[in-house]
Nanobody, 126 residues
């Protein structure tokens, strides 16, 4: 079992930065791949970024590549999403997710993840 709690969301102007954090509990955190998804107003939940269990591989949606950076600290049981050059279209609820075992090509699928946080709101004003 893994419990996830996101924090760090808020209101920021376009071009600004935010750092989201995801605190995990559970002894097996380091064995989970982690992902960040987001749900924009009126849209389906979509993949943003993912990181392998040891941080050796990272994946990004095209819409955030070059602006967002995912990282993790297994000793602290934390996952981060550094978001730079934010745009109004980045406005969404951001969710942290943990997936125990999925094929390397399935990182972008919500169904690949077993546990989810409650989400944190990010609002980017123009």
């Amino acid at each position: 079992q893994v419990q996830l709690v996101e924090s760090g969301g808020g209101l920021v102007q376009a071009g600004g930065s935010l750092r989201l954090s995801c605190a995990a509990s559970g002894r097996t955190f380091s064995t989970y791949a982690m992902g960040w998804f987001r749900q924009r107003p009126g849209k389906e939940r979509e993949f943003a970024a993912a990181i392998s269990w040891n941080g050796g591989r990272t994946y990004y949606a095209e819409s955030v590549k070059g602006r967002f950076t995912i990282s993790r600290d297994n000793a602290k049981k934390m996952v981060y999403l550094q978001m730079n050059s934010l745009k109004p279209e980045d406005t969404a609820v951001y969710y942290c997710a943990a997936g125990y075992s999925y094929s390397s090509g399935a990182y972008y699928l919500a169904a690949s993840y077993d546990y989810w946080g409650q989400g944190t709101q990010v609002t980017v004003s123009s």
